[in-house]
């Protein structure tokens, strides 16, 4: 059948506006709203319909209004902002071919309405594309809703699933719960559970108001006061279908676009993919304005938006622009000539390509160089496919290399040069005289750009794009190692890293060496880091297996238990690992309230969601236990021992050092921040962490570091005096808040105390405190109010914080480095506010991480000078574990302590609490 695409214009304009920052072209002219539904429009045209509409409301007075003086009486005017888009969005909108309908005396929605039924009853399919709920009243076979910003679509089934009523109840749905911003008068507190309730039981808002007298409690007082203006209520939030139009469904053709004047709205504010697609003669591209690429956002006002803020604008000298001149090098004079190139060159990009992923198992396949951009080269040492080409002997290549590669004093620039620096320890070669990181460059620049790879830097910043790894090996089961690819092709990707590479410093270099600060935090903190945790990753940490595989075996057991004790709760045989036989048990059958749910809109069973129901019953708290159990088993106890290196007889993670956006370390393979220690299951598997004999494990922990950094920023006398005189500051808090002696602060009080301390820190709500505390959201608020009455300077620093992320776009640390903050200018209340509470928490938890990334750097300085006695070997969130000399403990300890006190110069001391033991747990 035909389609007619009827288009909610006035409710995208609106959404469009507080979905997208505040975007601006060069003139200084909001676009972000115009952009939103331009691209809208680009969609809808991809889908090519029969008949089309942009509906836009009119000008001036409704028939609503004749009916309520009070209508709409309580709406804000529209904000300058986007009053300045109304008259571009039309002109766009016409000159993309699309009727507008704008129709004096009735809504947008009346019109819709209208022509909705009036297509159904000619033959013709309806899809209403908004996100205005009102519009499922009008949904029937025939006609469905299409919400192209989230790409969903509502029919009678998708209303009922959403809404819990049926579309022809949908206004006495609306009519029960009335309408704050359209100003329609409804039930006192009668939310949506409440009205879908009302109407499953008496089917319609007139039954409702008939059994009203029936209704208990304070809500069924509320009903009978409002019976007398229900009736208005649903004759407001009624769409006519009956409204007089002068063009009908069949009348409703796409016009022919006018490219010209296209041209010149997209030339002006700056839609540039569409302009590009315009002139290339191609249909627009079906996207949705929020998944658009970077790259094709005009001009953003304010900076910090991940995802949607615009690139870099890419280098424009040509020494770094355009394809690079690549050698591949198969005989001893050519390697000979590269030799005395990188001799005298003032940088050398060098790069390993390798058969494995784990580094201190990597065979190297072969190395690429590069010495002046767009130049670069390609030494093949094992690859291995039939008819290879003979190549330079493996050894004698490394060997020729290492004096290069050892020399100190020839600075060298890496993507992620950690890896190569293991790989080649493992080949007898100690990489030195890494000067410069592309990874670690950008990062610093900035750290909540979602990705640091060198594909992605150099179509970013050098507007290049290389050579994809699956292009030269194949994808998923067809990938072939890349021993096997062809020398030419090998020598086109490989050398092109080492280029680019060399590329990306000379263009990243000159944006470090205009922020100061940042310079700092790179060249003393970032990249002396990059030798001290290959360090640690060499040297591994030795695991107990036996100890490993019987705690697992002990879990499993007690994950059996579980099993069985939920089965005999449930009455029935059921799997904890199965959602869909756990809703089935929670919700069907148990009747639990389903508090949360999934994006497809069934009851959620996640951690969140058991959590919030495990005081309701046994069950969901059986479940919680029993996956953390697994959890347990399936990432530490069975994998742990697989992740033991043969060659080594260790662990050897490894660290992500670009990866959190607060400068914080993550590790991976396996991940050893993350096992728990709070519980006794968690304690076990640190036991397995063991020294080997004649050593102790020793394990050196910062003592409430994020606290002394609030007291240092806020400069807060109560909580520097706290820390001075060396008091337990939770219960000094608790004294302070609760307005009592230090002595007769109590347990209960006390942990309340820590939670406003830590929760505060975190930006937390009075809500989010009350949920922790289990207290009432009031008593909550106090807690808060006396907290900040006591220590104004953590107000003062909060607010403080906030101003300069609202105009800058990013927070700092004591040392320089810069946080840029998601949705800082969102329109969105609730981004915003994530963003502020972020803002708050970053500089402390970024500060944090750049002291214990300074003292690695001083202890493992030291540490090199007592080789024989001790190693640093895992950094775990504020704490550093050591293997060290049974012998040498007491002066390993000391060293260890006053350099990691001595990290930083706060306010108030830096405290380290100084653990030692046979295994971790022992000396946490």
């Given amino acids: 059948m035909p389609r007619l695409v009827l288009i909610d214009g006035s409710s995208y304009l609106y959404r469009a506006f507080h979905a997208l920052p505040p975007l601006t072209n060069a003139a200084g002219e909001p676009t972000g709203a115009l952009f939103g539904v331009v691209n809208m429009l680009r969609t809808i045209l991809k889908q090519r319909p029969d008949y089309v509409a942009f509906v836009a409301d009119a000008p001036g007075r409704t028939f609503r209004d004749d009916l309520y003086a009070e209508y709409k009486a309580n709406r804000q005017a529209m904000p300058d902002d986007l009053l300045a888009q109304v008259e571009p969005m039309h002109a766009i909108v016409g000159a993309l071919g699309f009727p507008i309908l704008r129709v004096d005396g009735v809504e947008a929605d009346d019109v819709i309405g209208t022509l909705a039924r009036r297509a159904v009853a000619e033959g013709i399919d309806v899809t209403i594309s908004t996100g205005d709920k009102d519009f499922a009243q009008l949904v029937m076979p025939g006609i469905e809703l299409v919400n192209t910003m989230t790409n969903t679509t509502l029919d009678a089934a998708a209303v009922f699933d959403k809404f819990g009523v049926r579309p022809d109840q949908i206004v006495d749905y609306l009519a029960l719960m009335g309408d704050s911003i359209d100003n329609i008068p409804g039930v006192e507190k009668c939310g949506p559970k409440t009205a879908a309730k009302w109407l499953a039981q008496y089917g319609s808002l007139d039954e409702v108001i008939a059994h009203a007298h029936e209704v208990g409690g304070k809500i069924g007082e509320n009903l009978r006061k409002a019976l007398p203006q229900l009736p208005l209520s649903r004759q407001l939030a009624t769409i006519r279908t009956d409204v007089p139009l002068a063009q009908g469904p069949r009348d409703l053709h796409l016009r022919e676009r006018d490219t010209d004047a296209l041209r010149e709205l997209y030339r002006r504010y700056e839609f540039n993919a569409a302009l590009k697609e315009l002139d290339a003669g191609t249909e627009p591209a079906a996207r949705a304005a929020p998944d658009l690429p970077a790259a094709e956002l005009p001009q953003r006002r304010e900076f910090g938006v991940r995802g949607i803020s615009p690139p870099p604008v890419p280098s424009t000298d040509p020494e770094l622009i355009g394809p690079g001149r690549y050698e591949l090098v198969t005989t001893e004079a050519q390697l000979d000539g590269w030799l005395a190139k990188l001799a005298t060159a003032g940088l050398v990009a060098f790069d390993s390509e390798t058969d494995s992923l784990d580094p201190l198992q990597a065979r190297i396949v072969g190395v690429s160089i590069a010495a002046a951009p767009r130049e670069g080269a390609y030494i093949p040492l094992a690859h291995d496919y039939p008819g290879a080409p003979a190549q330079l002997d493996a050894a004698h290549v490394l060997a020729r290399l290492k004096p290069l590669l050892e020399d100190a004093t020839q600075p060298k620039v890496g993507q992620h040069a950690k890896y190569d620096i293991n790989v080649l320890s493992t080949h007898g070669i100690a990489l030195r005289g890494v000067a410069h990181d592309t990874m670690l460059e950008s990062y610093v620049l900035n750290s909540t750009a979602s990705r640091h790879d060198m594909d992605t830097l150099a179509k970013r910043h050098l507007g290049y794009e290389t050579v994809p790894y699956e292009q030269v090996a194949g994808r998923g089961a067809k990938q072939i190692p890349f021993s096997q690819v062809d020398l030419d092709t090998a020598c086109r990707y490989a050398a092109e890293d080492a280029d680019v590479t060399l590329r990306l410093h000379r263009a990243l270099w000159a944006k470090l060496e205009a922020e100061p600060r940042l310079r700092h935090v790179y060249e003393t903190i970032e990249m002396p880091l990059v030798p001290v945790l290959a360090r640690m990753e060499q040297r591994g940490v030795l695991v107990d297996t036996v100890a490993l595989k019987q705690q697992s075996h002990e879990l499993a057991r007690r994950m059996h238990e579980i099993n069985e004790r939920a089965h005999a709760i449930a009455g029935r045989s059921f799997s904890l690992d199965s959602p869909k036989q756990l809703q089935a048990i929670l919700f069907d059958e148990l009747k639990l309230p389903a508090l949360m749910k999934t994006p497809s809109g069934q009851p959620s069973t996640n951690e969140e969601a058991l959590e919030a129901i495990a005081d309701q019953h046994e069950l969901p708290r059986l479940i919680l236990d029993y996956r953390g159990l697994a959890k347990l088993r399936s990432t530490y106890t069975e994998k742990l021992a697989d992740n033991v290196n043969p060659r080594t007889g260790r662990v050897h993670t490894s660290y992500n050092q670009a990866t959190a956006a607060t400068g914080r370390l993550s590790s991976v393979e396996p991940n050893l ?93 009075a809500f989010g405190l009350a949920r922790q505390l289990g207290v009432g959201r009031g008593e909550a608020q106090d807690y808060m109010a006396r907290y900040f009455s006591r220590y104004p300077g953590v107000r003062d620093f909060m607010e403080r914080v906030r101003e300069q992320a609202h105009r800058d776009g990013w927070v700092e640390t004591v040392f320089g480095r810069r946080l840029h903050l998601d949705y800082i200018h969102s329109r969105n209340a609730a981004q915003r506010a994530g963003a502020e509470r972020a803002a708050i928490n970053a500089p402390m938890q970024g500060t944090a991480a750049d002291i214990i990334k300074r003292a690695m750097i001083s202890v493992d300085a030291w540490l090199l000078e007592h080789q024989d006695a001790a190693h640093m070997l895992m950094q775990v969130h504020d704490e550093l574990v050591f293997e060290v000399r049974a012998e040498a403990v007491d002066a390993i300890v000391a060293g260890v302590r006053e350099r990691m006190a001595g990290a930083a110069e706060l306010a108030v001391p830096l405290v380290v609490d100084v653990g030692v033991g046979a295994n971790w747990d022992e000396a946490h």
Avoid: C
């Avoid at 109590?746 to 309340?752: C, Y």
């Fill in 673 to 765: 921040q993350n096992i728990p220690i709070r519980t006794e299951e968690g304690r076990r598997i640190r036991q397995a962490f063991v020294a080997p004999p004649g050593w102790k494990v020793v394990a050196a922990d910062y003592s409430q570091i994020e606290l002394r950094i609030m007291a240092h920023l806020s400069g807060d006398p109560g909580l520097l005096a706290a820390f001075h005189g060396n008091q337990d500051v939770h219960r000094a808090t608790a004294a302070e808040v609760f307005g009592l002696p230090l002595e007769q602060v109590d347990a209960n009080q006390r942990r309340a105390a820590k939670a406003i301390n830590f929760g505060l820190m975190y930006g937390m709500s």
